[in-house]
């Protein structure tokens, strides 16, 4: 049934846009960068770290890619895994050191890391300075532009099935099985004392976090066909937050549901600017008091066993901050 | 084969370890006795390669392991539960053991990704032997049971699954009945006793004279972080100074 359910969805997916406006498209296009974004995330919230910086990740993509049309004229195609493999070799480097941190300090050294690199971008005028850069180019297949909504949409959908299928994957293997084990300082210990290297398994699952972030970021850059300090703020990071934690941390599927549901919310917020923080804000809270496991916990009180994976209360990210 | 050289460990101004000296052989079941604070689970820490040593060296298998990682001395044969049993609260019995099983199975990201035939049998077979783990202790009962829902006793009991699962040589158990009722303590130690040291060499962490008396060949006692006395169990309550590290000195 589950199975059924997926193929519909992504049978639509893929046959459906040809028939959409395209400000659908654009709605859809944002919402599956986001899901990969917050489905990156997930990997490192899934063994109880925050990251209030995963913009700086995103954005290292985006500038990495955006930089090698412009100036060098790389295609795109290789930029977006050149975006990737920047934000990994960033977040292998700053894992190594920042992952030791627990709770709220580790979420602090991501976020400062990701000012930084913001920082960075707006003051020198090789990375465009405070007004970005611009005439981004979109990626060519067969020799033709891909401008229109809809041509975009489909690389868009590729990159993220393909990164939604490895991330699924990948927490359904015992490295994916191990990384549980490390939600807190006490398990970490246990972890270790029976033979498991936690600071090379939270390293790896960092880079892979990061590495999706970084090739999204480079797609989503190359869609907007710009990019500025502006695009990837802090506010990012927390929306991505928050779609996890209110999507629910206890299974694959709720980071997914949280972002479609709230980014789908969030565009139609759009007119409404600061406003849609606070709508977030107020679901999040919502969420936490009365679904600690997340709206997809709903699922298991309606359906029993639809989904596999359990309900972790939010509770357990807290318990990381001791 | 296990051989502690002057263990010496000091955490600012506090020495909590002073210049102990003790040896373990093969297949034996000591006591490590103290009062609080005298720094046995300091000892274990430091055995498990969880502390560093300010000084000293531990010896295990003729091999000079000081300083080594957790997870290093883990793949070496060390083996150990925790005070506060420590679980993976949220998971259930069989995925905790199936943790301590993990170093006998090398992770082959790719062909987990790929989720290969070769793989999931391999995955099947750790089951297996999880769930072979947790019948040892008789607990199979409760494999699919929360860890952070089941009864002190069965926690106890689990904690030493997992750390069964590594196949150690050599397992500390930091005080593996306390906490329980009478009953409990005696079907834990009489396993301990029993089929486990028939596994692997034991030391245990333990306030409780009449468990060290009852079930273990040798105890160590530490007071003020120094080794009081080392010798059979029967001749702790004549020693002057095990008498006098419980019972507290009559003060001028």
């Known amino acids: ?322 | 084969m296990l051989e502690i050289r002057g263990i010496t460990k000091q955490f600012g101004g506090l020495l909590a370890l002073k210049d102990v000296h003790f040896t373990v052989a093969q297949g034996e079941l000591v006591a490590l006795v103290g009062p609080n604070g005298a720094g046995k689970s300091t000892l274990f820490n430091v055995i498990a390669g969880a502390l560093p040593p300010t000084r000293g060296h531990v010896i295990f298998n003729g091999r000079d392991v000081t300083g080594r990682s957790s997870h290093d001395l883990a793949r070496l044969g060390v083996a150990r539960t925790f005070q506060q049993t420590t679980l993976f609260g949220e998971q259930t019995a069989l995925e905790n053991v199936l943790h301590g099983l993990q170093r006998h199975a090398r992770p082959r990201l790719v062909a987990g990704l790929l989720a290969t035939p070769a793989y999931r049998q391999e995955q099947r077979d750790l089951e297996r032997r999880a769930l072979g783990g947790l019948e040892f202790l008789g607990i199979a009962s409760y494999r699919d049971a929360i860890a952070a829902d089941l009864p002190l006793g069965i926690q106890k009991l689990l904690t030493v699954a997992i750390a069964l699962a590594t196949e150690p040589v050599l397992l500390l158990l930091d005080e593996p009945a306390a906490g329980l009722s009478q009953d409990e303590a005696t079907r834990m130690m009489n396993l301990v006793a029993s089929d486990i040291r028939r596994r692997c060499t034991v030391v245990i962490v333990e306030h409780n004279m009449r468990i060290v008396a009852g079930w273990c060949d040798r105890a160590v006692v530490l007071q003020f972080g120094q080794t009081i006395y080392d010798g059979a169990p029967q001749g702790l309550t004549r020693d002057q100074r095990v008498v006098d590290a419980y019972l507290g000195v009559a003060e001028l």
């Open chain 1, 1 to 322: 049934m589950k199975r059924g359910l997926l193929a519909l969805v992504v049978a639509a997916l893929v046959i459906l846009p040809p028939f959409g406006q395209p400000y659908v498209l654009h709605v859809a296009i944002v919402v599956l960068v986001n899901v990969v974004y917050a489905q990156a995330l997930y990997v490192i919230m899934r063994m109880g770290y925050l990251s209030f910086g995963h913009a700086g990740y995103i954005a290292l993509g985006g500038y990495a890619s955006a930089l090698l049309a412009t100036k060098l004229a790389v295609s795109p195609w290789v930029g977006f895994l050149a975006g990737g493999a920047l934000a990994a070799v960033f977040a292998w480097a700053l894992g190594a050191v920042t992952l030791k941190l627990r709770g709220i300090y580790f979420s602090l050294s991501v976020f400062a890391f990701a000012e930084v690199v913001n920082a960075v971008f707006r003051a020198f005028e090789f990375f465009g300075g405070p007004a970005g850069i611009a005439a981004v180019p979109r990626p060519a297949l067969f020799g033709a532009r891909l401008n229109t909504h809809l041509q975009f949409y489909y690389v868009v959908l590729v990159v993220a099935l393909v990164s939604l299928v490895f991330l699924y994957r990948l927490q359904w293997t015992r490295f994916g099985f191990t990384l549980l084990a490390l939600r807190t300082r006490e398990t970490e210990a246990l972890a270790e004392s029976l033979g498991i290297n936690a600071a090379r398994h939270k390293t790896f699952a960092f880079v892979v976090s990061c590495f999706f972030c970084g090739l999204m970021g480079a797609v989503h850059v190359h869609y907007l066909r710009f990019v500025s300090p502006f695009v990837f703020t802090f506010f990012l990071s927390t929306d991505l937050m928050v779609y996890v934690m209110v999507g629910g941390l206890g299974s694959y599927w709720g980071p997914i549901l949280g972002t479609v549901l709230l980014t789908g919310l969030g565009e139609q917020l759009f007119a409404a600017g600061y406003y849609k923080s606070l709508v977030y804000a107020v679901v999040l809270l919502i969420v936490i008091l009365a679904l600690p496991g997340g709206l997809i916990s709903l699922s298991r009180l309606i359906g029993r066993g639809g989904l596999r994976g359990r309900a972790a209360p939010v509770d357990a990210i807290a318990a990381g901050e001791r």
